[in-house]
T-cell receptor, first 116, second 111 residues
């Protein structure tokens, strides 16, 4: 696609429910990142994909969080049994993953998750 | 562990004043460093890229510097405007194909 697309743009869910956030990266981009931003806070790394594998998932805050990527393209971030502290904007970024010259990250608009 | 640290975490300045944001990194091998600007409610957008051999680069009122020896970069904003209010994020390329992101500095410009 023309840019990184995230859906939904906004999600309000009840505490304890599961949610799925979707990221559609730029076509051909092999690297994909998930971050989150709590209100007024900086970026918090969650997970990094290279192709379908996740060489770095050290930022996932608990086992309620999981992510997968299929076909080297779309990624979904799943949060189980949501808690109020999960409320944040979840940002996805992709880059071409080329060693030189292809290292600009392109961000989606984010999914604003509110757990009530 | 490869890390990118930004300071300050947040900053408030008066319109028309200058400010400097800092980025220190331990990423190795180093390929390049980018500064991104994130307006409220939007995704970050690249402002400038610094490669190993570049010491300074300007983009309008924004000037980025890089000291590859000390592994430090700064983003200097001259004559700030209200529209400069945003989060500024430093991102370092690991030289392979992984990017390491700083947490960002939240800048607020007041009139």
């Amino acid at each position: 696609g023309a840019g990184v697309s995230q859906s939904p743009s906004n999600k309000v869910t009840e505490k304890g429910k599961d949610v799925e956030l979707r990221c559609d990266p730029i076509s051909g981009h092999t690297a994909l990142y998930w971050y989150r931003q709590s209100l007024g806070q900086g970026l918090e790394f969650l997970i990094y994909f290279q192709g379908n594998s996740a060489p770095d998932k050290s930022g996932l805050p608990s086992d309620r969080f999981s992510a997968e990527r299929t076909g080297g393209s779309v990624s979904t971030l799943t949060i189980q049994r949501t808690q109020q502290e999960d409320s944040a904007v979840y940002l996805c970024a992709s880059s071409s993953g080329l060693k030189w010259g292809g290292t600009e990250a392109f961000f989606g608009q984010g999914t604003r998750l509110t757990v009530v | 562990k490869n890390q990118v640290e930004q300071s300050p975490q947040s900053l408030i300045i008066l319109e028309g004043k200058n400010c400097t944001l800092q980025c220190n990194y331990t990423v190795s091998p180093f390929s390049n460093l980018r500064w991104y600007k994130q307006d409220t409610g939007r995704g970050p957008v690249s402002l400038t890229i610094m490669t190993f051999s570049e010491n300074t680069k300007s983009n309008g009122r924004y000037t980025a510097t890089l000291d590859a020896d000390t592994k430090q970069s700064s983003l200097h904003i001259t004559a700030s405007q209200l529209s400069d209010s945003a989060s500024y994020i430093c991102v370092v390329s690991e030289g392979g194909n992984k990017l390491v992101f700083g947490a960002g500095t939240i800048l607020r410009v007041k009139s």
